[in-house]
């Protein structure tokens, strides 16, 4: 029985050159996942209501409002 990479890889040779530029991005993605979940958990506790820094660092712009 074939793998899923045996099988992945059957199918990706048969996709023309148009077709693998359309495929790269989702690809890249995908294998960027992990550190863009990363990132973007960072991101969220950086600017969540948990986290006084970003209210400090802007405390006067809203001061000023």
Do not use: H
């Amino acid at each position: 029985m074939s793998t899923i990479r045996q099988k992945i890889s059957r199918l990706i040779e048969q996709l023309s050159d148009e077709q693998l530029a359309v495929l790269l991005p989702l690809i890249l993605s995908i294998q960027d996942n992990q550190v863009t979940k990363e990132t973007s958990q960072a991101y969220k506790n950086w600017v969540g209501a948990e986290n006084d820094i970003y209210d400090e660092i802007f405390a006067d712009d809203l001061a000023a409002r």
